[in-house]
């Protein structure tokens, strides 16, 4: 099965700056959208960004005017720019690609997550 592989968590000190990778390990067919979740410790996971086929982009609040997500199409390939990085972004990043197979059955995939901790 293909898998989503992200890459560039890390350790960062508050108010710097760290850039999340995501792509998947072979070829997904009719991916709709793509997004970046996060999950601190006691907290549900949250939507941090998605980004859609035709490069619409949904941030929440807490992050507006501080990360920035984009996305290669022909890779699938999404990014989250993180700057402005505080102790409160501190959590496991969850990479998403949702859709429909080529049977028409949908699918919603999920990577293993990338642990960023914004500390001094």
């Known amino acids: 099965q293909v898998q989503l592989v992200e890459s560039g968590g890390g350790l960062v000190q508050p108010g710097g700056s760290r850039r999340l990778s995501c792509a998947p390990s072979?070829?997904?067919?009719?991916?709709?959208?793509m997004g970046w979740y996060r999950q601190a410790p006691g907290n549900k996971r949250e939507l941090v960004a998605t980004?859609?086929?035709?490069?619409?982009?949904n941030y929440a609040d807490s992050v507006k005017g501080r990360f920035t997500i984009s996305r290669d199409n022909a890779k699938n390939t999404v990014y989250l720019q993180m700057n402005s990085l505080n102790p409160e972004d501190t959590a496991v990043y969850y990479c998403?690609?949702?859709?429909?197979?080529?049977?028409?059955?949908?699918?919603?995939?999920w990577g293993p997550g990338t642990q960023v901790t914004v500390s001094s």
């Open positions: 998403n690609a949702y859709g429909s197979s080529y049977q028409r059955r949908p699918y919603d995939l």
């Open positions: 980004i859609t086929n035709g490069g619409s982009t």
């Open positions: 072979g070829n997904i067919y009719g991916i709709n959208a």
